[in-house]
């Protein structure tokens, strides 16, 4: 395409319901991408095995927001295929600085073992990438994100595409039509990715409960630099 992309165009096609993929990392080529069928995750509707409770609980890792967005991107394009290039890489970045991008991390032993992240508008989040160094990381890395979100008044988790393993935790595929009118909804309200006062605590997001507490020690949520403890978007695990 010869029109230059810049964050403010892509936020408009977010609007539209439209996003960008290149074909490969070398590719430079962008493509504006607006499927048939698409992945959501119902806010409520988040599936948390036992097996996946008992890992939300365990006393080994902890969680961040917005403090490694770029290792967050740079792990999510770490793969032999990815529709990450540089220019996409650039314009998250940029929409990072400018309030309109999240990341989420998940740390063990002082590294950065998986994470998420996507674009926030309105009431929308629109799940980006997400990735996974260890067993289970991406799935922490989401279980943590829909409970911020739930918090958070968010009323549309766009995953984009469905994969078996979205489904598995409980995304479902809908039409593009209806999309568009949940699109459209949630464009009408106003969310937060940091919800004043938000400190979740592990059996919180294990039970999938929207409520929470201070939170310390392993499984903490933190914020920021803080010092205590087709598709391959939404979808990528490794």
């Known amino acids: 395409m010869t029109e230059r992309i810049t964050p403010e165009l892509l936020l408009r096609a ?5 996003f960008p993929m ?5 590719d430079a080529t962008i493509h504006w991408v607006d499927p048939r069928r698409r992945g959501v995750f119902p806010l409520g509707g988040f599936h948390i095995s036992r097996s996946l409770a008992r890992r939300i609980l365990r006393d080994d890792y902890s969680v961040t927001v917005d403090r490694d967005f770029a290792g967050v991107l740079e792990g999510c394009a770490d793969r032999p295929e990815t529709w990450i290039n540089a220019e996409i890489h650039g314009l998250y970045t940029a929409l990072h600085r400018a309030g309109h991008a999240h990341s989420l991390e998940v740390w063990q032993d002082g590294v950065l073992i ?3 992240y996507g674009v926030v508008l309105g009431a929308a989040f629109f799940g980006e990438s997400m990735f996974s160094r260890r067993t289970d990381a991406s799935k922490l ?5 829909m409970h911020r979100l739930r918090a958070g008044g968010f009323r549309l988790f766009d995953t984009q595409f469905l994969t078996a393993h979205l489904a ?3 995304a479902i595929e809908i039409s593009r039509a209806e999309y568009h009118a949940r699109l459209d909804e949630a464009l009408q309200h106003q969310a937060r990715f940091a919800p004043e006062g938000y400190q979740p605590l592990p059996p919180s997001v294990a039970a999938g409960s929207s409520t929470g507490g201070a939170s310390s020690g392993g499984g903490s949520a933190t914020s920021g630099s803080a010092t205590s403890g087709t598709s391959q978007r939404s979808t990528q695990t490794s």
């Open 141 to 145: 890395a989401l279980a943590w994100l």
């Open 22 to 26: 290149a074909e490969g990392r070398a």
């Open 168 to 170: 598995s935790l409980g």
């Open 14 to 18: 977010y609007a539209m319901g439209v």
């Open 114 to 116: 998986g994470g998420v």
